[in-house]
Each structure stands twice: as structure tokens, then as C-alpha cells.
């Protein structure tokens, strides 16, 4: 029996393209016990608009090619958002029965393989494998739909702008259908700022559709009046075709000890990028001394660097963020926490919010993920 292999499929994400073999998904679902003892059919659905392709349903046939009768022993497919249909168990020679496969489109940036196995009693080939696979293009997005400013000072000191947007309006486009379209009326709640920049990423690909980012900004304006606590905030956006996007926007004001600045963007990287360093200040606002009892990285790809055991109105950190150790599926934003709890007396937690863009990101097999 020799190795089942296929031809290497792309997936696209974030402007690169990440090869990963179809057999590597096919084994890993149904184990390496197929060989060349089975049959074949694909249906390639194309590029489908989350917003107006619900699903995708096709009928293939399963015949029986044999002299004998042909028992069907079992099915079973690679996604629960998949769903199929198939009628008949037993077949005579010559006879078919269709095999209907549906399944709902991913309201994402995604290239999909949902796969079905059909197992019969045909000792030369038990196997019968259907396939449906599609690329999904999502609705208009912020990326990340959902962003933490971490703990601000009611009334910071002045720190340098990040060099990266803090979110994207991602949009996505047929090029046969429309046209490269314009957002308007960007409306914000009353608690920050925000700014779409005027210059756009486009980028289009081979297969038809186009992906068009502008960048975002936020800006919480400083007051002393603020009353200390948690906020969120909405960001929301029109686009042409009675389409809109939303994120959220969260916070919490403090009266003493904050990260400086309040989170890190990273940026976009990629998995064999070197660490990339950022250095942030733990320091209260009256002066006084205190003491960091702990610090927690949250994530194997981040480390924190300068940690001191004595007390002191400021601690100057390096954090450190390591796209290698990155391990299995991720997605094209990751996201997490550097956590910092102190001794002022009293026990206080301090979170600093992290960001980072991932250029490659993994092919979705269509298998849950985790």
C-alpha cells in the first residue's frame, strides 16, 4: 500500500500564502489507513460572500461498481458544520444512490476542505471520500472586533505613539462584482476618539476578490475628573450596500500604579520573525514606592525581562514576544495579557494588554478547532 498524497493547496491570510498538504488533513482525520483503496470526488464551490452564501450544498453519487451487492457500513465527515444526506445502505450492482453535502460558510477569512467518508464492504476499495472546498470572504470587520486599552492613568504622562494602528476595517470584495468601497460616517461613543486613516491597504489575489484595510487609531482623552473604573466603549462605521462594521472598545481609569504605555502592539509578524522587544514602565502616579510580588507572561511566546525583588516608584520591563514558539493553529490576531500584581500595601493586579498580526496564519482544514 503506498502513501495517499495530494497536490499542495494555498491558504491566504493576511497578505501570504502558507502551503499545507490536503494529506495532512485527510490522515490526521481518518488515519493512514486509506492507501490507494478508495474513491475520489471534489466539488470546488469558489469564492463565496459570507454575507450572501449561507451555505453550500452539492449531490455526488456514490455507485456501485462491483458484481455483488454493496453494503454501506458507515459515514462520517470532518466538521459539524457539515450535514449529509444519503438515502440508501445496501446497492446492487450498477445502482447509485446521491450523496448530498451541505455545509454553512464561515463568516471569515478562511480556504475550507470539508470531508466526507463513506466505508462499504468492497473489499478492493472500502473507501469512498467526498470533498467540498471553498475560500469564505467575511463581512466588513475591525480586526480585532474587540480591543483592551488596559489600565489607564486619569491623567498620563506623555508617551510616544506606537508605530501600528491599533485595529484594522478589514473589507473584502469580488472584483467581478464590486467596487472598491468607501467607508463613511465613523461614529464613536463619547468616552474616546478614533481615526480611519485615509490611505488604505488594497491587496488583491489571484482568485478573484480583493482585501481592502484601512488603519485605525484610538485615543482616550486624558481627564482628572475621571471617575475611576471600568469603561467600554462602541466603534462603528457604515459602508456602501447598507453594510456596517462594530468593535468595542474597553478600559479601566486608575488613581495609582499603571503600565506606561497601557499595551503593546507588536505589529504584523510573522512565525520566523526574530523576538521583537518592547519596554514599558510599572510606575504610580504619587510617587510612592511599591513592590511586584509577581509577574505573569500569560503566553509561551512572551517573556518579561528587568524584573526586581525590591520596591520602587517606577520598574522599567523589557516584554519580550517570540513569534517562533508559537505553537500550533493560530490565529491572524493573536492577542493576550501581561499580568503584574504589586504590594502597595495592599495586593493590586495590573494588566497589560498585548497585540500582534500574524502574516501567515494556518490553512483551515474545515476540522474543529479547539
Same mark, same amino acid.
Given at each position: 500500500m503506498h502513501k495517499f498524497t495530494r497536490g499542495m493547496r494555498s491558504y491566504l491570510l493576511f497578505g501570504a500564502i502558507a502551503t499545507v498538504s490536503a494529506v495532512t488533513t485527510l490522515l490526521a482525520f481518518f488515519g493512514d489507513t486509506i492507501g490507494d483503496r478508495y474513491? $475520489?470526488?471534489?466539488? $470546488?464551490?469558489?469564492?463565496?460572500?459570507?454575507a450572501t452564501t449561507p451555505f453550500v450544498e452539492h449531490t455526488f453519487d456514490l455507485k456501485n461498481t462491483t458484481r455483488s451487492k454493496l453494503h454501506i457500513i458507515s459515514e462520517s465527515h470532518s466538521c459539524t458544520?457539515? &450535514?449529509?444526506?444519503?438515502?440508501?445502505?445496501i446497492l446492487n450492482p450498477g445502482q447509485f444512490v446521491p450523496l448530498t453535502m451541505r455545509t454553512t460558510i464561515a463568516n471569515d477569512f478562511a480556504e475550507r476542505e470539508i470531508v466526507c467518508r463513506v466505508v462499504t464492504d468492497d473489499p478492493a476499495h472500502p473507501s469512498h471520500i467526498f470533498r467540498i472546498n471553498y475560500? !469564505?470572504?467575511?463581512?466588513?470587520?475591525?480586526?480585532?472586533?474587540?480591543? $483592551?486599552?488596559?489600565?489607564?492613568?486619569?491623567? &498620563?504622562?506623555?508617551?510616544? !505613539?506606537?508605530?501600528?494602528?491599533e485595529m484594522w476595517l478589514e473589507i473584502f470584495t469580488l472584483i467581478s462584482e464590486d467596487p472598491t468601497p468607501t467607508p463613511s460616517n465613523l461614529k464613536c461613543s463619547v468616552d474616546f476618539f478614533a481615526e480611519l486613516g485615509s490611505q488604505p491597504e488594497v491587496r488583491t489575489f489571484p482568485q478573484g476578490f480583493r482585501r481592502i484595510r484601512y488603519p485605525v487609531s484610538l485615543r482616550i482623552p486624558d481627564s482628572e475628573s475621571r471617575v475611576a473604573g471600568s469603561y467600554t466603549g462602541s466603534l462603528a462605521v457604515d459602508l456602501p450596500g447598507n453594510r456596517s462594521a462594530r468593535a468595542t472598545v474597553s478600559w479601566d481609569f486608575i488613581d495609582a500604579i499603571s503600565f506606561l504605555p497601557s499595551r503593546l502592539n507588536f505589529g504584523l509578524v510573522d512565525r520566523d520573525d526574530e523576538p521583537r522587544e518592547r519596554s514599558v514602565a510599572l510606575s504610580s502616579s504619587d510617587g510612592k514606592p511599591f513592590r511586584i510580588v509577581s509577574l505573569d507572561a500569560g503566553d509561551q511566546c512572551m517573556s518579561i525581562e528587568g524584573i526586581a525583588s525590591e520596591s520602587a516608584s517606577a520598574h522599567n520591563l523589557t516584554i519580550v514576544f517570540n513569534p517562533a514558539m508559537r505553537d500550533g493553529p493560530h490565529r491572524s490576531v493573536e492577542f493576550g495579557y501581561v499580568r503584574a500584581r504589586i504590594k502597595t500595601p495592599e495586593i493590586v493586579d495590573i494588566r497589560l494588554p498585548w497585540t500582534a498580526f500574524f502574516s501567515h496564519s494556518n490553512r483551515d482544514s474545515g476540522t474543529d478547532r479547539k
Open positions: 474513491f $475520489d470526488q471534489q466539488y $470546488d464551490a469558489g469564492v463565496l460572500m459570507a458544520c457539515a &450535514a449529509v444526506s444519503l438515502q440508501k445502505t475560500i !469564505s470572504l467575511p463581512e466588513p470587520r475591525f480586526v480585532p472586533h474587540s480591543i $483592551d486599552l488596559g489600565n489607564l492613568r486619569k491623567k &498620563a504622562p506623555a508617551t510616544a !505613539s506606537q508605530p501600528f494602528p
